[in-house]
Nanobody, 129 residues
Framework: QVQLVESGGGLVQAGGSLRLSCAAS????????MGWFRQAPGKEREFVAA????????YYLDSVKGRFTISRNNAKNTVYLQMNSLKPEDTAVYYC??????????????????????WGKGTLVTVSS
């Protein structure tokens, strides 16, 4: 079991930046590939970004490539999502999730939430125009 707690959400103007953090506790953090997902009002939860257990491999939703960066610090049991050049369409609840170490970013993108084993409760990001 692993417990995940997100932080760093808030209200930001279009073009601004936010950094989300996800603190993990429980089982050994490097045992998991990590992902960020988001869910906008009235929409399904969608994949945003993934990082491998080592941090050496990342994968992104096309619409956030070049604007968002996922990273992790295994010594601190934390995964981050740096979000720059934010747009109103990025407004959503952002969730951190953990999956088997063998789960690739491509799998997370293709299978969506079904690829993941553990979830945080989410943090709200609101981007005003």
């Amino acid at each position: 079991q692993v417990q995940l707690v997100e932080s760093g959400g808030g209200l930001v103007q279009a073009g601004g930046s936010l950094r989300l953090s996800c603190a993990a506790s429980g089982r050994t953090f490097p045992d998991y590939a990590m992902g960020w997902f988001r869910q906008a009002p009235g929409k399904e939860r969608e994949f945003v970004a993934a990082v491998s257990w080592s941090g050496g491999s990342t994968y992104y939703l096309d619409s956030v490539k070049g604007r968002f960066t996922i990273s992790r610090n295994n010594a601190k049991n934390t995964v981050y999502l740096q979000m720059n050049s934010l747009k109103p369409e990025d407004t959503a609840v952002y969730y951190c999730a953990a999956a088997s170490v063998f789960t690739t970013g491509q799998t997370m993108a293709a299978r969506g939430p079904a690829a993941m084993d553990y979830w945080g409760k989410g943090t709200l990001v609101t981007v005003s125009s």
